[in-house]
């Protein structure tokens, strides 16, 4: 259950690399609004998620961008 859950922010975090927007992102990972996605990436991070993103800007992984091409149709 922790693994997947690791996973499971790991990417998050990878998409908020992407520069998709927050509101897909949360859709995305099952949240029913972006407020949602935002108090659960708070509490999960220690940060909401623009200040994340702000701080980590780096090259999405070669796996998340492959499952984001997937989902966006590519």
């Not at 701080?55 to 999405?60: E, F, G, R, S, T």
């Amino acid at each position: 259950h922790l693994s997947i859950r690791r996973q499971r922010q790991m990417c998050i975090r990878d998409r908020l690399q992407s520069g998709l927007h927050l509101t897909e992102i949360a859709y995305m990972h099952g949240f029913c609004d972006q407020s949602h996605f935002n108090r659960a990436f708070h509490a999960a991070n220690g940060l909401s998620p623009q200040e994340w993103r702000k701080l980590n800007k780096q090259p999405v992984s070669k796996e998340c961008a492959a499952v984001l091409a997937r989902m966006m149709g590519r």
